[in-house]
């Protein structure tokens, strides 16, 4: 079936440091690839998204690119802020999966002065 | 716009006893979905409607869990009885629709605590 794998958290950075959350996947056929993001209190918000091999999704200074070769969606941010902090979910959705996520166990990011 | 709306935000019952929960989706949001979401774990869908009607309830378990979404609209899960592993955090999302991999759209969650 379906899988997602993630990193494992929490990871804690400096402001302004380089931000890297691995993500890979197994799934049949080509699937789309998510990252949603939990600020605490809150509920999941799509941060971005790819729907073919090679696309770059991005969104508020974070991007991922879909790599089919690797399976692997990683999310990076250049110069990461405290109000980044939050948990980052990897998902992935087939086509003719009637849109059902399937989601990573979730990485936690902790910015810090 | 209005976002998904979930009530109540927390619960705590103790177990034997019965709970529900309550979503509203965005509106005109024909598919609406609700997850688990066990401590650590990324959200599991439990079923999923396209309009009034369950097409994805493979993960419900049916012996305890059941679901409604009478007129398309809002939605109600109810578990009864509750037991200690049913403490999650209960997730609704709703989206336009539900085969084109739309975006999906989360609530807060209802947070169940089952003692």
């Known amino acids: 079936g379906d899988s997602v794998t993630q990193m494992e958290g929490p990871v804690t950075l400096s402001e302004e440091a380089f931000l890297t959350i691995n993500c890979t996947y197994t799934?049949?056929?080509?699937?789309?690839l998510f990252w949603y993001v939990q600020y605490p209190g809150e509920g999941l918000q799509l941060l971005l998204k790819a729907t073919k091999a090679d696309d770059k999704g991005s969104n508020k200074g974070f991007e991922a690119t879909y790599r089919k070769e690797t399976t692997s969606f990683h999310l990076e941010k250049g110069s990461v802020q405290v109000s980044d902090s939050a948990v980052y979910f990897c998902a992935l959705s087939r086509a003719g999966g009637g849109n059902k996520l399937t989601f990573g166990t979730g990485t936690q990011l902790k910015v810090e002065l | 716009e209005a976002g998904v709306v979930q009530s109540p935000r927390y619960k705590i019952i103790e177990k034997k006893q019965p709970v529900a929960f309550w979503c509203n989706p965005i509106?005109?949001?024909?598919?609406l979905y609700w997850y688990r979401q066990n401590l650590g774990q990324g959200p599991e869908l439990l079923i999923r409607?396209?309009?009034?009607?369950?097409?994805?309830d493979s993960q419900l378990p049916k012996d305890r869990f059941s679901a409604e979404r009478l007129k398309g609209v809002d939605s109600t899960l109810k578990i009864q009885p509750a037991e200690l592993g049913d403490s999650a955090v209960y997730l609704c999302?709703?989206?336009?629709?539900?085969?084109?991999?739309?975006?999906?759209?989360f609530g807060p969650g209802t947070r169940l605590l089952v003692l």
């Open positions: 509106s005109g949001h024909n598919t």
């Open positions: 999302a709703s989206s336009l629709g539900g085969g084109g991999l739309e975006t999906q759209y």
């Open positions: 409607y396209e309009n009034e009607e369950a097409v994805d």
């Open positions: 799934a049949t056929g080509y699937p789309s």
